[in-house]
């Protein structure tokens, strides 16, 4: 109930000269011969030594090599062929980020062969006619980020391109695990903590322990995991009470008293969706928050209306209904009328990148004026039953979604929410029936993530086991797997990083003496939360587990858990807010600041190696988890967080003309990393990323200047362990996706784009004007 809701809220961790190439400029004039052949002499000297004008450009018979002439593209890409010579064949990441398969219509005979030559590299992308568009004429900004896709496949010169070439041997041996649509480093050590946790569980599966202790229910819920014949045996069976009533509502009335003796009985409501957690005007009190009908899809996917996400939605959805018992051809049309309800909610639902902004989000109603927002559902009927009516405020998280919602839920429109309802409960509880089920679900990642292979059984069983039980395992992890040196030498890298950031505030020369007050107030206010907590979560202490012998199963065993959390929850409705509790599980491999609290935590499980080792030259760990560090600080005073105070309170703390200064440097960033080439025809979004960008820019300066008061500081050792922790492969179907969705920029990105704000980098390895990765000091970005 509260967890989903918290990760819209919580920020988590995650050129003039040639490398300007990456950018897409209407407006740039189209590039002539010449041109393109300077670029080339810049660009390609690095991997041909020597290479001269000669050798990339041809003229006319008659020696006139017509430099003022637009360049057609076709000549263009023959002059790239050139000028890079022989390219690497493609494995690995750019195996799978590149275009392949094409065979454009239009190319001409004299420049097949170098065109062939591209096209097997992958870098080369045509129109939707199956044309290359040879005779039309290329930007030199169009130009330019064709040569970064060159530049990408060679990953050899770290001054064009830093990411790729710290990186190349491991993007170029990278895989995806099965039934995974991404592989990257932190992947790989959450893989490592899963590996610990598994065996922790694996140690107590088949023994015999007391009822009612850690170690009896941890092993008892691993057992039913696994148990997949009584599951199968079992079906649908643990859902037909609720999918029978809901079959039987006649009316609208009567399909909300289903719903709520559903949730009631589960917790799980498919219509009514709240949370209850800090009132973001008064942070130290628990509040009710409304968040609306939920979609499937992200809001792109139904707005674009993308034909190959729609297909794979409504055959899943079509697929689980006819599983649950529905002929085929009424389970299509239901999909399709799901489909179209859920698009009409997504067109009208907040961007991404607007769901953490207080002034979009915070939209308190009271129970008065929001059962009236709902003309034919009586929501203080609804607030009674899911014991969340102590409260005469309701806090509506989007209001256009939300009003739509009112809009559809009527007895008009009682058929296809009826059928919305049974999705809903078919997708949230289908991995815990039969086989049936998740055989879809793992279709539609195929079709729509990219996703490839499958888990094994042992390693489904684990992760259900460690998603239930990790109030207990977590506890098991922290004594095993994190010791009190690590604990206080982190304490001390926060400490540093909080002084250093301190001293840039003061520093500042945009931000006035009142408003820097303000800020470092709030600075050394935030609450820091390091590895575990000071005392456990008690709630599973009151759930009993029981295997399928014994009358349990993974349904019931699911939903006993998720019953007592969503009950724990819904008691804090009204009470002070205990800022001692944690919004994680201690073997996440992550970190986050919760402005709410103004508290930032770094679990246990990301405090291990590489991203943190108590063992590496300070360097290292500062260029890992010290730019972490700063970077969940930054969250604090990025264009989200700066809206709250030192108590989590939204409430401007800003004078008028400092907040103008710094939606004016926030607008300088979204133009920096706005436009930027993720995979070829996929650009990066500088709105949607903007909070994590400027976390990402005031993490890596906060970092580094502690770094630069060392002795002798190796910056070699800060640079590339930070590039280190950002490498990261995924399907290109699901690198599309994070681009309009994630709101933390592609990896490449947060690595390359960042570093070049700094001059350390300049100086640690003598990049100049020309090379890729120089920006002109002017065209640099700072904020914090």
């Given amino acids: 109930m509260k967890k989903k809701f918290l990760s819209l809220l919580m920020a988590i961790v995650m050129v003039l000269s040639v490398s300007v190439s990456v950018y897409a400029d209407e407006t740039s004039p189209p590039a002539t011969r010449g041109e393109i052949v300077k670029a080339l002499l810049m660009a390609a000297d690095a991997y041909q030594p020597g290479i001269n004008k000669e050798a990339v450009i041809k003229g006319s018979e008659n020696g006139d090599l017509r430099e003022n002439e637009p360049a057609k593209k076709v000549e263009a890409l023959v002059m790239l062929s050139r000028a890079f010579g022989e390219l690497p064949k493609p494995v690995g990441n750019d195996l799978r980020s590149g275009t392949f398969g094409v065979e454009f219509t239009d190319v001409p005979a004299w420049a097949k062969k170098d065109i062939d030559k591209l096209a097997k590299a992958g870098v080369l992308t045509g129109k939707s006619d199956g044309t290359l568009g040879a005779n039309d004429t290329i930007t030199i900004d169009e130009f330019r980020t064709i040569i970064s896709r060159i530049w990408t496949l060679k990953g050899s010169h770290l001054n064009d391109d830093f990411y790729e070439t710290i990186n190349k041997e491991w993007l170029n041996k ?12 932190a992947f790989e050590q959450q893989q490592q903590n899963e590996d610990k946790i598994g065996k922790i569980i694996k140690e107590l599966a088949g023994k015999h322990f007391a009822e009612g202790t850690k170690e009896q229910k941890i092993a008892d819920f691993y057992s039913a995991a696994l148990d997949t014949k009584n599951r199968n045996k079992q079906g649908i069976e643990p859902v037909q009470k609720y999918l029978k009533a809901i079959d039987g509502a006649k009316t ?11 949730e009631k009985e589960i917790g799980l409501s498919s219509l009514f969706s709240f949370t209850i957690m800090n009132d973001a005007k008064n942070s130290s009190e628990n509040v009710l928050y409304y968040t609306g009908l939920a979609t499937s899809l992200d809001k792109n996917s139904f707005v674009t209306e993308d034909p190959t996400a ?32 859920e698009k009409s909610l997504a067109s009208v639902s907040l ?39 102590s409260t005469n405020k309701v806090i509506v998280f989007d209001v256009k979604l939300a009003q739509k919602g009112a809009e559809l839920l009527t007895e008009t429109n009682l058929n296809v929410l009826k059928a919305y309802a049974k999705n809903r409960l078919l997708m949230a509880t289908g991995d815990l029936l039969s086989d049936e089920f998740g055989d879809a679900g793992k279709e539609f990642a195929k079709t729509v993530y990219g996703v490839t292979g499958e888990k094994t059984n042992q390693e489904i069983a684990v992760a259900m086991t460690t998603d239930a039980m990790g109030g207990y395992i977590e506890q098991m992890f922290a004594e095993k797997h994190f010791s009190p040196e690590a604990k206080k ?3 001390q890298m926060v400490e540093q990083l909080i002084a250093a950031y301190e001293e840039r505030i003061n520093s500042l020369d945009w931000m006035s003496e009142t408003t820097k007050a303000k800020a470092i107030k709030k600075l050394n206010t935030m609450i820091v939360k390091i590895g575990y907590p000071d005392k456990w979560d008690t709630t599973l202490d009151q759930v009993a587990i029981k295997t399928y012998k014994e009358g349990g199963s993974l349904f019931s065993n699911t939903f006993a858990v998720y019953k007592a959390e969503i009950d724990d929850v819904k008691a804090k409705l009204g009470k002070p807010v205990d800022r001692t509790d944690w919004i994680t599980k201690v073997y996440t491999v992550n970190a986050f600041y919760f402005p709410l609290n103004n508290e930032i935590t770094f679990p246990a499980g990301i405090l291990q190696a590489p991203f943190y080792d ?27 967080g700066s809206a709250y105070d030192e108590n989590g309170n939204a409430n401007n703390w800003w004078t008028e003309e400092d907040f103008k200064k710094f939606k004016e440097k926030n607008q300088e960033l979204i133009e920096f990393y706005h436009n930027i080439e993720i995979i070829p025809g996929v650009l990066s979004d500088g709105q949607l990323t903007l909070s994590e960008n400027v976390a990402d820019l005031g993490g890596m300066a906060a970092s580094l200047q502690v770094v630069s ?35 933390h920029s592609a990896r490449k990105i947060r690595v390359n784009r960042t570093i070049v704000n700094f001059p350390q980098f300049y100086e640690t390895y003598g990049i100049k004007p020309g090379d890729g990765m120089y920006v002109a000091p002017e065209d640099r970005v700072s904020i914090w």
Avoid: C
């Fill in 351 to 389: 961007e991404p990148h607007e769901q953490g902004d207080v002034n979009k989000y915070y939209n308190p109603y009271t129970t008065e004026q929001f059962d009236r927002m709902f003309k034919a559902v009586d929501m203080k009927q609804v607030l009674t039953s899911m014991k969340v009516d």
């Fill in 709 to 743: 008061k060392m002795s002798n500081p190796d910056y070699k050792a800060y640079f590339e362990r930070n590039a280190d922790i950002w490498k990261f492969t995924t399907t290109k179907e699901f690198a599309a996706l994070l681009s309009k969705n994630d709101v």
């Fill in 614 to 640: 108590i063992n590496a030259k300070p360097e290292e760990n500062y260029g890992a988890i010290g730019m972490v560090i700063g970077h969940e600080i930054s969250h604090a005073f990025d264009n989200n």
């Fill in 310 to 341: 729609k297909k794979a939605y409504i055959q899943y959805m079509t697929k689980i209904l006819v599983v649950s018992g529905e002929e085929e051809s009424a389970a299509k049309v239901n999909a399709e009328k799901i489909y179209d309800m």
């Fill in 489 to 491: 030498d982190v304490e």
């Fill in 174 to 185: 990278s895989t995806i695990p099965p039934g995974e649509s991404s592989g990257g480093l």
């Fill in 252 to 262: 609208l009335d009567e399909l909300v008293q289903a719903d709520l003796t559903q």
